[in-house]
């Protein structure tokens, strides 16, 4: 089995969301946009790359503490705190069931996001069929853009995507901090030139249309 | 045929021993870390008893790097691995810098890079100067589980010559106050199983795995405690924080980590359960253990002795785990006294000497409905 892009998503509210607001609309955005997956819950797979999630949310409840004492702090705001809070909310309101993934850090964090994905959807148990590949931030914007991947054997509409070694005919790797700015810049070259990819200490993520 | 991934090397951090050697003799016990701290009593938490590492009531917003900066040495040592080549460093937190959070919501700035996740494998890799593939894994209570299997995998891809895999989790205020406030910590200790249970105590700790090939292992003649088979991952998809009653995306998990392994059921003879402590969990836990494992086997449960430390939590317990495979020795669950009558599991109760353990299951779940169940076996 291989990965393929099948459908690129990309989530930008006209303003900037309180963070539980945020996460909250753009799961109901992703819902709409992902287009429905064509495998059972348990075969779907989120790997979501992050820098800032939970962070804006773990200031609050603990200004929130310090306001109230420790002892009268919003039990409800807690769950948030978490850095997987995010792909949580996605995974309940998509029903993605099978490997949930949230990784920490910029570009690094959505290589390994598309490393992680293409791992799970070439393995021989095809125990995941279809990843949801994504980058979020949360704090001064709210941005989720990625790409449905999907394990087939044969080639779907949008392209190829493999994990390589270095790939010298493109420009040099984008190294933005901010993971949706590099994912942004992976799928604008995609989607203008053909190709792209993005690179990290471990090798390339190779993206080709068909 | 799949490469033979084997533990070459632990190192490790608690509240109850600041070694293995320290922590197994702790766990054989049956003793425990958990104290009431003056500290949190003076700052007006309602609960004031955790396993924290001694030094721990100066808020430091460097200590998760300080933890994992140590426990990543010691392993190192401990396997005295060769730092030259691909080592890939795998690191699982929930929080990240919890006092760098807490003194932003003083007033003071907040640096992502040093406070996030991603800060811990960056601070290891400067300080053991080593190159390779590294990652963050933020999937919280099951984040030492997510980077051992990506250890497994960078291995057999050949990736990386080796692996350093664990958790780092510190001590946590912004925790403290949250399961306090959830009403999932228990007031006087914590019991996993037990009939009384009510609930689980927070923890601290920080633990590193080295993971080889068996070729290299043997190789550079060091002698391994275990190996590390595969990894089940699913997601309840159900609820922020409870999992599903009925323990079936707990038992997916288990099932997944076997399928991969093409290891029956049948085969596993000891389970190092999560053990939260919580009667929720614990109950869904037990029904998922019995739907698949008929045979019962052996379960224990190690919150009640060192804590619960979150984002290292699944790492401790695999190097728990990879430690009773070596020495064919089941620690007993400390703090259980009175089984309850809604399950049968086969609960470990006093140290057991166990000469035919082979396959163990070190499983771990989180809130997001994130399970996690790592196959580990005797070499």
């Known amino acids: ?210 | 045929m799949n490469v033979k991934v084997l533990v070459t090397g632990v190192g490790i951090l608690t509240p109850l021993g600041d070694s293995p050697d320290r922590l197994w003799q702790a766990l054989i016990k049956g003793q425990t870390a958990a104290r009431a701290w003056p500290d949190l009593e003076a700052e007006g938490f309602r609960i004031t008893t955790a396993c924290r590492i001694d030094d721990s009531a100066r808020p430091d917003p460097k200590r998760g790097r300080k933890l994992a900066v140590r426990a990543a040495s010691m392993a190192v040592r401990h396997a005295d691995l060769p730092l030259d080549g691909k080592i890939a460093l795998f690191v699982g937190a929930t929080m990240g810098e919890s006092v760098a959070y807490e003194q932003a919501a003083e007033g003071k700035p907040l640096d992502l890079a040093q406070a996030s996740i991603m800060a811990y494998p960056h601070a290891i890799q400067q300080a053991l100067n080593i190159q390779g593939p590294q990652r963050a894994y933020a999937t919280a209570c099951a984040a030492g589980n997510y980077a051992l299997g990506a250890g497994i995998a960078a291995i057999r891809s050949g990736k990386a010559n080796a692996a350093i895999a664990g958790g780092v989790e510190p001590f946590s205020r912004i925790a403290m106050t949250g399961f306090s406030r959830s009403r999932a910590m228990a007031g006087d200790c914590c019991r996993p199983f037990d009939r009384d249970r009510s609930g689980m105590q927070l923890g601290e700790a920080a633990a590193f795995l080295v993971l080889e090939s068996e070729a290299r292992a043997y190789r550079r003649n060091v002698e391994p405690l275990a190996c590390v088979e595969s990894l089940g991952l699913s997601c309840d998809a159900y609820h922020p924080t409870a999992p599903l009653p009925d323990g079936q995306g707990m038992s997916r998990a288990m099932q997944q980590a076997l399928y991969k392994a093409g290891i029956d059921a049948t085969e596993v003879d000891w389970i190092c359960a999560h053990g939260s402590g919580t009667q929720a969990s614990d109950n869904a836990e037990a029904k998922a253990i019995e739907r698949l494992f008929p045979h019962q086997p052996h379960v224990s449960g190690y919150k009640g002795a060192i804590g619960h430390s979150l984002g290292a939590a699944t790492a401790v317990e695999a190097v728990i785990t990879a430690l009773a495979l070596r020495h064919r020795v089941l620690p007993p669950t400390t703090n259980f006294r009175n089984a309850d009558p809604e399950f049968t599991l086969n609960i470990v109760q006093q140290a057991e000497t166990q000469p035919s353990l082979r396959w163990a299951l070190n499983c771990g779940y989180a809130f997001g409905g994130l399970n996690s169940a790592l196959l580990m076996g005797a070499v």
């Not at chain 1, 705001?77 to 069931?97: K, R, W």
């Not at chain 1, 790409?147 to 270095?166: K, Y």
């Not at chain 1, 203008?192 to 080709?208: K, L, M, V």
């Open chain 1, 1 to 210: 089995m291989h990965a393929y892009p099948r459908r690129i998503i990309d989530i930008k509210p006209e303003k900037t969301l309180p963070y539980d607001e945020g996460i909250a609309w753009l799961a109901s955005q992703l819902k709409q946009r992902v287009d429905g997956f064509n495998c059972n819950p348990e075969a779907r797979g989120i790997y979501l790359a992050t820098m800032d999630s939970g962070a804006a949310a773990s200031v609050a409840f603990w200004a929130n503490a310090l306001k109230h004492g420790p002892g009268f702090a919003n039990p409800a705001d807690f769950p948030l705190t978490l850095a997987n809070s995010s792909a949580a909310v996605v995974s309940q309101m998509l029903e993605i069931q099978g490997p949930n993934y949230t990784l920490s850090g910029g570009s690094d964090a959505v290589y390994a996001a598309f490393s992680q994905a293409i791992h799970d959807l070439s393995a021989s148990d095809e125990s995941v069929q279809e990843g949801l590949v994504l980058a979020l931030d949360v704090s001064e914007t709210t941005r989720c853009i990625g790409m449905i991947l999907t394990a087939s054997d044969n080639q779907p509409s949008l392209g190829t995507i493999r994990e390589d070694g270095v790939v010298e005919s493109l420009a040099p790797p984008y190294t933005a901090e901010s993971p949706t700015l590099a994912m942004s810049t992976f799928i604008q070259q995609f989607l203008n030139r053909g190709e792209s990819y993005i690179q990290a200490g471990e090798g390339t993520i190779y993206c080709r249309k068909r």
